[in-house]
């Protein structure tokens, strides 16, 4: 089990809607180079268990893990940390996250955003590339979170955002051409495998096989295991 600092979820989605019983998770996952010693950024991952999240709700838990990655960069308790924003949230609280970062105006330039989502849902494009241009202002480094089987079934997000890198999940098999099939889509997507971060790496296997594609970036127990966060916020509204 991965370990987790859990929130009752009553206490952060119940703004707009009622939450039922369940909790909001978070832990820290670091991402590692898989070809030198850097250490990149440390992933602020939350999830829900016991319920399952309505959009807004899961806007509500992104909101969280913004407020709570800018509070540990506040602290000096973390070099960089990456954050997850689907397009919804985006459209719906881009007020609210600008005045987050400049409140901490002072370290949101070592924040890294992972956006996501499905561009057929988006209503305007213009607003999200607006939005990614405004952080890229801010120096904030931009990527996208893969939430489909094969990047190339996201394309349209990555001539929408221009992402510097990509997060995708491990294969499901360890045979060659399922990694090779990885590196392939990256290039063609515009990303370069050494800004790619392959999360999941649950094993020796997989990360041999991650790094043989030459990808940059690994995440999972392999890797380094996750961390339990100390949180000292509540989710402001």
Known sequence: ?????????????????????????????????????????DEVYLWADGFTPSPVQWSRIQLLGLEQGLGMLAREEIEQVGV??????IQK???????????HALVAHRLVVMLRGS?????????????VDYLRAQQITVGLRISEPRMAMEMGAF???EPQFAKVLVPGSLHDD???NLALEARVAGISEQWLIVAGLQTAEQVEQATRIGAGFGQGNAVRPAQVPEPRLALKR
């Open 178 to 180: 399922a990694w090779d």
């Open 84 to 89: 997850t924003l689907s397009f919804g949230t």
């Open 159 to 161: 001539s929408l955002v």
């Open 1 to 41: 089990m991965t370990p987790a600092y859990r929130w009752p979820a009553r206490t952060i989605c119940s703004e707009i809607e009622t939450a039922p019983a369940g909790d909001v998770c978070a832990t820290i996952w670091p991402t590692r180079s898989l070809q030198t010693p850097l250490r990149w950024f």
């Open 93 to 103: 609280y881009d007020e609210r996250i600008d005045r987050k970062l400049r409140e």
């Open 119 to 131: 561009i057929d849902l988006v209503r305007s494009q213009y607003r999200i590339r607006a939005f």
